[in-house]
């Protein structure tokens, strides 16, 4: 396999022909701006200037480009035309850039008063954080995101191509509080995978985390912040479980209680029946709606 090496991340580029040199180069960035425009054209949708500027706006920093992070290669022509890339396509699984414009649409239609108490990192910053290389990189971007003048923190994780959502619950508050302690809510709905699985990762995060931020609690009360996993509706097949991490942020924005202490229990919400199926085919055809141009 050959490596093919992208043009330099600050050269001048042309994203308005998908024939283009820039088009080919950034097609394979994972997750910054360009491969958000990229995806688009892909998916045959129209841009003006003014849109593709407002993508870099928004995404420029928020979704750093790793294109020199990791090796690239050259896609195989046999492996683009197999019958598994068609399949994937046809039960639409939703990837990462998709799970952004979704998301990016469900926290525009919150209100500002309510969307202060809630942060959100991004979907592959996870991920990336498991590498050694990048992890350096992610402390800080999550620094900029001022996660402890908040209630609650989105951390939508991507692992073992399955999705999972972490939601860090009073992280501004003292460890030994005993009305509104830091607690952590791990809601997947693929229990029979074994959600705990992910345990040690999570607290390796959320200590360096904390050690980043140079907060003064120590290691052995950082280690002792429980992480629950309530007993939340579950996929009825291999390829919803993003559509479930987003209709899980979009209940929990909705109803999440001002304050709630471990020692009660969950929220009162969130339990085995929190949505039945028919909520769940009204939110998804609600995605399906959704333009993925409407920033």
Request: glycine content about 2%.
């Amino acid at each position: 396999m050959v490596k093919k090496k992208l043009r330099n991340s600050n050269a001048p580029i042309d994203l308005a022909s998908a024939d283009s040199e820039s088009y080919l180069d950034y097609s394979k960035h994972r997750s910054c701006w360009r491969h958000m425009v990229a995806h688009l054209h892909a998916q045959k949708k129209r841009m003006t200037k003014r849109e593709i500027e407002e993508i870099k706006e928004i995404f420029e920093f928020t979704t750093p480009c790793f294109s020199n992070t990791f090796p690239h290669h050259e896609r195989s022509k046999r492996r683009t035309n197999c019958k598994n890339i068609i399949i994937h396509k046809e039960k639409k699984k939703l990837d990462t850039a998709a799970f952004e414009w979704y998301f990016r649409n469900l926290w525009k239609s919150f209100s500002d008063d309510k969307k202060s108490s809630f942060g959100y990192l991004d979907c592959l910053w996870f991920s990336f954080y498991l590498k050694t290389s990048s992890r350096e990189k992610v402390l800080n971007w999550i620094k900029k995101k001022r996660i402890f003048s908040k209630k609650y923190v989105f951390v939508p994780i991507v692992c073992w191509n399955h999705w999972s959502l972490l939601i860090l619950c009073h992280f501004g508050e003292s460890l030994e509080s005993k009305i509104r302690a830091p607690c952590m809510l791990l809601l997947d709905s693929l229990q029979m995978a074994n959600p705990k699985r992910l345990e040690p990762n999570i607290r390796k995060f959320v200590f360096d985390i904390y050690k980043e931020e140079g907060r003064p609690e120590s290691k052995q009360l950082i280690t002792k912040i429980p992480m629950l996993v309530p007993k939340v509706p579950q996929q009825r097949n291999g390829e919803e479980c993003g559509n479930f991490v987003l209709y899980f942020i979009n209940l929990f924005m909705d109803g999440a209680p001002e304050n709630f202490s471990v020692s009660e229990g969950y929220p009162y919400f969130m339990k085995k029946n929190w949505f039945g199926p028919e909520a769940l085919e009204h939110f998804f055809r609600k995605l399906d709606s959704i333009p993925k141009l409407d920033l």
